[in-house]
């Protein structure tokens, strides 16, 4: 495995099995290393920047990457889901969560040997558990947000957040952008500003400015998740400190993933934000950039398990 530059803000890593990760590396290299793992279809732009400086401010390395299949990251072929399979929770994946959680494991491994404090939102900390499971040598801390277990029980989608799995956007730039600010009106936080509007629109266009794909890498990453396996014994087992995040006003995954993740790995903290929706918006970052920190310094205190 292999890092070298891509750019002269991004480098590409080589993390095996024909598997490339495009990553912007940030802060001190030898402070801690922070890796955020972003949600279905969204490139790294989407961990945005002020609060990548503001864990950087805190002394951390930061490393925010493209998964499989977004952004500059290696594109695969393949089927995604359709409609009826999206309502029938039913798909033939690609690939599953666990090579998803072992392309990031690459990444950690070739950049700090000493292992990473792995951060997930939504689609991402489905694999950042998976990291954790599959790999605790290099997960020092695991922080899921708006994630689950795995269960087929809880986090389950609202039903009236299904439509927007199914709703087409349009075609032109201009409008994909308005109709994703409009999407995270629906799907996300209570208090939402237009700041956080225009943040959709500059992280937007500059991810369409990024994307080498063809649009149909987001199809087999959903079914990746359909396929998600139970990790709630696999979780039991971890005993790196953990906190898991997540807003009562989420319908995506709705608040009982949260719960059953935290229940599921022990002495987990719970952290629920009562109007924080399926989203990061600003005024939720102090709570959740203030979690990571504890988190990470629990386990640079050696404490595995949630202090009292």
């Known amino acids: 495995m292999r890092a070298a530059r891509a750019g002269s803000a991004e ?24 890796l955020l793992v972003m949600g279905l279809g969204l490139d790294l732009c989407w961990w ?27 594109h695969l072929s393949g089927p995604g889901v359709s409609a009826l399979g999206f309502l029938r929770r039913r798909a033939a994946p690609t690939y599953t969560l666990g090579d998803m959680a072992d392309d990031a494991a690459g990444l950690v491994a070739a950049l700090d040997p000493a292992g990473a404090h792995v951060v997930g939102v939504s689609l991402g900390s489905f694999v950042a558990q998976e990291i954790a499971i599959r790999h605790p040598d290099l997960t020092r801390s695991l922080v899921s947000i708006m994630g ?8 389950k989608v609202s039903r009236r957040m299904i439509p927007e799995f199914l709703r087409r956007g349009p075609s032109d730039p201009a409008g994909a952008v308005e109709h994703l600010v409009r999407s995270f009106h629906r799907i996300g936080s209570r208090g939402r500003t237009e700041e956080d509007d225009e943040d959709v629109r500059v992280v937007m266009r500059r991810s369409m400015a990024r994307e080498e794909g063809d649009g149909t890498g987001s199809g087999r990453q959903l079914a990746a998740i359909l396929a998600e396996r139970d990790r709630t014994a696999d979780l039991g087992r971890l005993t790196m400190p953990a906190l898991v995040v997540h807003g009562l006003h989420d319908r995506v995954v709705l608040p009982s993933g949260g719960r059953a993740t ?20 600003r005024w939720t970052w102090p709570a959740v950039l203030d979690g990571i920190e504890r988190t990470a310094r629990r386990a640079a205190r050696g404490v595995s398990r949630a202090c009292p």
């Open 11 to 34: 480098r590409v890593c080589d993390v095996g099995r024909g598997i490339r990760l495009a990553y912007e590396d940030l802060g001190e290299p030898d402070a801690p290393l922070v």
């Open 48 to 74: 945005r920047d002020d609060f990548c400086a503001d864990l950087v401010a805190r002394g951390f390395r930061v490393v925010r990457f493209d998964n499989r299949d977004v952004g500059r990251s290696t």
């Open 148 to 155: 689950r277990p795995g269960d087929g029980r809880t986090g």
């Open 262 to 281: 935290a229940a599921a790995i022990g002495g987990a903290e719970l952290l629920e934000l009562p109007d924080m929706g399926h989203d990061l918006a």
